[in-house]
């Protein structure tokens, strides 16, 4: 079978979670002897190849060159990864259109998010921080504060900006594949659809790591773990950095530290945040390989304003580490059972997240019992469950 993704990004191992997410499935693919290819959007950091892809290239205004691609490598399946508006929104109609020539290829939309995510904005008051600590081209940040202040004063014009945008998701494209059960319900509501649609299903990302992967959970170190995009829209390290303070502050936990995993253009406001208020045992690590951090940390730390279906969440729970994350998108019930294998914490109930990390931090033979149960859960998204409902979906297409 011939597979083609369709990406804003350039998958690539170090790439972000939905990068990392397309190029794992294509090497799945590639080990069940598929071939797959990739067409993307964003032209910049596109040196490197991933492997798991015969072909990766960029995607040209001439959108004929895509279509004729597609005759000519005999695509069988077309999957879209698109999260970028704009790319949504002038190729979701090319894709439509090639229906008619292309008839042996089947078009799918994967959406690898929280329908809906849109709603959530930063605030004011953070988006000025970020355009005093930019240096250079401050354009983006300016555009995000009016995007915020929009949201903020006329919320149903947004929202009926994304029914526009999510329809013409769902009306070029009739197999539509989102990362939890729940989320058709989410997706359907945006399109004021009453009645899900049969030709759309759920399919959760799969573990990232060999299942060779297994850390000596007794040998782990006192270390809480964060792995992120620093970037304060969606993934809120200051609430993070807030909750780590208030425990240090309450509790002696100073043989205990705080490892922040990824890069991004908030890094300069979070160190600012550390320094001023005198964090104790915070560590910015940059962009890194994340497996050795999840095989010797021992908890792992989540205050997202939303996700799709988290790699980190995943991983984290293969390699023994306990996560406590904020209830902020649906999915996050599908991995963590709370109380067995992690905490789900109501979203903003600081105090509360506190206290379970403490309790985790306190309480060694809870949190062993629930790393091991967590390894043990989170084999259900094992590669070979994952991939057979990809292939029973593709044989009812």
Known sequence: MNILFISDNKAEATSGGVERAVGNLARYFQQSGDV?????YNTQNHDSCDTAFRKQFVI???YSLLKTFIMHEAIDVVISNLMNKNNIKTLMPVLNSFKIDTVNTTYCFYYHSFPGNELRCLPPSFLLKRFWCIKGNRT???????KSLTIIAFPNILKSYLRKKYSRISDNESNLIVLSQSYKQDFASLVHIKQIPPQWCSISNALSFPTNTVPEISKKEKTVLIVARLEEDAKRLTKALNIWDKLCSKYDVSDWKLVIVGDGIDRPIYEKVVAKRKIPNVFFEGR????????????FMMTSAFEGFPMTILETMQCGCVPIAYDTFSAVCDLINDGKDGYIVKNDYVEDFVEKLHSLIQNESLRLQMAQNGMRSIQRYSVDNIMKQWYDLFEKL
């Open 36 to 40: 797959c290819f990739q067409a993307y």
């Open 60 to 62: 040209q205004n001439d």
């Open 140 to 146: 983006n940040t300016l555009i995000n504060l009016i």
């Open 288 to 299: 890194q390989n994340s497996l050795p951090y999840y095989m010797r940390s021992s908890i």
